[in-house]
């Protein structure tokens, strides 16, 4: 999972809802006794939430330790993110992956030739009154599937 933690997704009570789905995507997986990883970025930088393992019980402490701010690095977690799948089907042939791109698109880095991320839904987490719809833009490259942040809630 890719958690957008930017400046952007302070307003609104955008990230607490972000971690809010990553928790229960994490449950998920937990009880379906999946492996999980989760790479925050914002602050200008990618950083590991939760290296890849076994998905756990809780992911709220994790999570409440993420803190927010700063410039939306969507090429960097991107690009890091393709990196890992690929290093982990190198070692695992066939493994599936699916990953959750959570963002509300802010970003000023071009969009253009972002590396595929295989099975991929981007969560759009934009709520502001103007928006961007940078959101479907970012799934189309990536040609993942496209879901709005209530979407997923409601699952």
Known sequence: MLLDTSGSTLG?????????LVE??????????EQIAV????????????????????????LDATHGGGGTPLRAA??????????WQRREPGLH????LITDGRTRQPLHDLPRLGDCVVVDTEQSAIKRGRGPQIAEQLGALYQTLPAMEAL
Request: aromatic fraction near 6%; hydrophobic fraction near 40%; charge should be positive.
């Open 12 to 20: 609104k009570r955008l990230l607490g809802r972000a971690k809010g």
């Open 24 to 33: 229960s995507v994490a449950h998920q997986a937990y009880a379906a006794r």
């Open 39 to 62: 790479l925050a970025f914002g602050n200008d930088g990618v950083q590991p939430v939760l290296p890849r393992r076994r998905a756990p019980k809780a992911m709220a402490d994790r």
């Open 78 to 87: 991107v690009s890091r993110a393709a990196q890992l799948i690929r290093q």
């Open 97 to 100: 992956i699916r990953t959750y």
